[in-house]
């Protein structure tokens, strides 16, 4: 029978020397991991708002003119009565929502357009993530 020499497994010394070396990596890496989900919110908005506003371009093409307000971005998915021109396949495959969870918002005066998501708290206004962003102010 084979006896096992004192050196076997970890010691105390070296598995508190191993957490500690993890414990420092996720300090130091954890803020910029957890820092970088607004922003990639944001960047995800405005690709939302283009392509939005490219299907309401389209909706345009085919049916001569933009939906109302009211009709809104659920136009693009469920054709108004007025529209017969709406391509059988939709616009868009549903109404989508911002990265914060709620409806974007449209407004037509019949000429130009307008997509708006409220940011990060859902009100008008606001600075940081918390800014509005809309479809004549995308950088």
Partial sequence: MRRLSMQAGFTLIEIMVVVFILGLLVTLVAPKIIGRTDEARVVKAKADIRAI????????????????????????????????????????????TDPWGQEYAYFSDGRDIVIKSYGADGVDGGEGYNADLDSQHLD
């Avoid at 049916?63 to 391509?87: D, K, M, W």
């Fill in 53 to 96: 506003e490219e299907a309401m371009h389209m909706f345009k093409l085919d049916n001569g003119f933009y939906p109302s307000t009211a009709e809104g971005i659920a136009a693009l998915v469920t054709p108004p009565p007025r529209a017969h021109g709406f391509s059988p396949d939709g616009y868009l495959p549903k109404v989508p």
